[in-house]
T-cell receptor
Framework: NAGVTQTPKFQVLKTGQSMTLQCAQD?????MSWYRQDPGMGLRLIHY???????DQGEVPNGYNVSRSTTEDFPLRLLSAAPSQTSVYFC?????????????FGPGTRLTVL | AQSVSQHNHHVILSEAASLELGCNYS??????LFWYVQYPGQHLQLLLK??????LVKGIKGFEAEFIKSKFSFNLRKPSVQWSDTAEYFC???????????FGAGTRLTVKP
C-alpha cells in the first residue's frame, strides 16, 4: 500500500492564483481530512469528510474548498491564494470518523504564496 | 473555544535523560487524547492514544502518557531518551463523538548524543 499520498510536494503561487492540492489514499478509509501546519500553531483542521459525497468544515475553512467524489481522493482547492495561506498542508485518513482509529498522514505539501 | 497547550516549545536533553512533555486542554467534556510524533523528514505518526480505561497509556518506542482528568492533562513521558527520539511531538484532543481535532503547537525535542 502507498498509504496517503499528496501532490505536489512544493508549490509557489502568486496572490490571486488558484490551485488544487491532491490527496489520495489506498486503504479504503472512510474519513479524510486536511490540516495546515504553521510555526507555533500546530496543526489546524481545515475540512474533513466522513465518506464519499460528505464534507464538513473544520477550524479554519475560509478560502478553501473540498469535494469527495470517491473514497480514495480528497482534493483541497485554494480559490484565490493569499499570503496568509503560506503553510504546510497535510492530508490524513482513518477508517472511521470520531478519531478512535489511528489517523495516517501524508508527507505534506509546502505552499508559498507571494 | 477548545484549546490545547503544550508548555515547552523546545526541549534539549542528553541521551539517557528522562523526558516529560506537558499537555493541557480546555475542553470540559469527555475527550479522546493523542500524542503524535514527526521525525525529521517523515510523516506524522501516532505514538499513543487514550479513549477510556487505565489512565496510564503505553505507546510505541517506550513512550507512555498519563491522563489526569482533574488537571485536564495528558503528559508524555519516557524514562530514558535516545538520540533517535529527536523529533517534534504534538498533543491532540478530540471531543468524544465529534469530528473536530485540535492539536497543540508542538514541542521540539533535541537529544544530544
Amino acid at each position: 500500500n502507498a498509504g496517503v499520498t499528496q501532490t505536489p510536494k512544493f508549490q509557489v503561487l502568486k496572490t490571486g492564483q488558484s490551485m488544487t492540492l491532491q490527496c489520495a489514499q489506498d486503504m479504503n478509509h472512510e474519513y479524510m481530512s486536511w490540516y495546515r501546519q504553521d510555526p507555533g500553531m500546530g496543526l489546524r483542521l481545515i475540512h474533513y469528510s466522513v465518506g464519499a459525497g460528505i464534507t464538513d468544515q473544520g477550524e479554519v475553512p475560509n478560502g478553501y474548498n473540498v469535494s469527495r467524489s470517491t473514497t480514495e481522493d480528497f482534493p483541497l482547492r485554494l480559490l484565490s491564494a493569499a499570503p496568509s495561506q503560506t503553510s504546510v498542508y497535510f492530508c490524513a485518513s482513518s477508517w472511521t470518523s470520531g478519531h478512535t482509529d489511528t489517523q495516517y498522514f501524508g508527507p505534506g505539501t509546502r505552499l508559498t504564496v507571494l | 473555544a477548545q484549546s490545547v497547550s503544550q508548555h515547552n516549545h523546545h526541549v534539549i536533553l542528553s541521551e539517557a535523560a528522562s523526558l516529560e512533555l506537558g499537555c493541557n486542554y480546555s475542553y470540559g467534556g469527555t475527550v479522546n487524547l493523542f500524542w503524535y510524533v514527526q521525525y525529521p523528514g517523515q510523516h506524522l505518526q501516532l505514538l499513543l492514544k487514550y479513549f477510556s480505561g487505565d489512565p496510564l497509556v503505553k505507546g510505541i518506542k517506550g513512550f507512555e502518557a498519563e491522563f489526569i482528568k482533574s488537571k485536564f492533562s495528558f503528559n508524555l513521558r519516557k524514562p530514558s531518551v535516545q538520540w533517535s527520539d529527536t523529533a517534534e511531538y504534538f498533543c491532540a484532543v478530540n471531543p468524544y463523538n465529534n469530528n473536530d481535532m485540535r492539536f497543540g503547537a508542538g514541542t521540539r525535542l533535541t537529544v544530544k548524543p
